[in-house]
């Protein structure tokens, strides 16, 4: 039976989700100049599990097991929805550039 404890240590916790809400902050900002400028096309996925990921880094600051514990359940989760956003914006892409070439043929 796996046990899983996180002390509660109110510093501490207001600590992390301080840290965690400037990190979201900052991250909001910096996605934002990267969809300006078209860099993270076909990349969604990946930065929402860089999101994630660093979620996590706060909750192993409480709790190592429960950072374990979520992190196996996000990887379960979240692996077919990255892949799926790959396939899709490569599907997508395909298909503009098949357009592409039929409006010039025509």
């Known amino acids: 039976m796996i046990t899983c404890e996180i002390r509660i240590d109110y510093g501490v916790i207001s600590a992390v989700l301080m840290?965690?809400?400037l990190f979201g902050t900052g991250y909001?900002?910096?996605?934002?100049?990267?969809?300006?400028?078209?860099?993270t096309e076909g990349y969604l996925g990946l930065l929402v599990a860089f999101g994630v990921i660093m979620t996590l880094v706060g909750v192993a600051i409480l709790s190592?097991?429960?950072?374990?514990?979520?992190?196996?359940?996000?990887?379960a989760s979240g692996?077919?929805?990255?892949?799926?956003?790959?396939?899709?914006?490569?599907r997508k892409r395909e298909e503009a550039k098949r357009s592409i070439i039929e409006e010039i043929n025509d």
């Not at 190592?64 to 990887?75: E, G, R, T």
């Not at 692996?79 to 490569?90: C, K």
């Open 19 to 21: 840290g965690l809400f």
């Open 28 to 39: 909001n900002t910096a996605v934002s100049w990267l969809e300006k400028h078209g860099y």
């Open 64 to 75: 190592v097991q429960a950072a374990l514990i979520a992190l196996v359940a996000f990887i």
């Open 79 to 90: 692996v077919p929805m990255i892949i799926g956003s790959i396939f899709r914006y490569l």
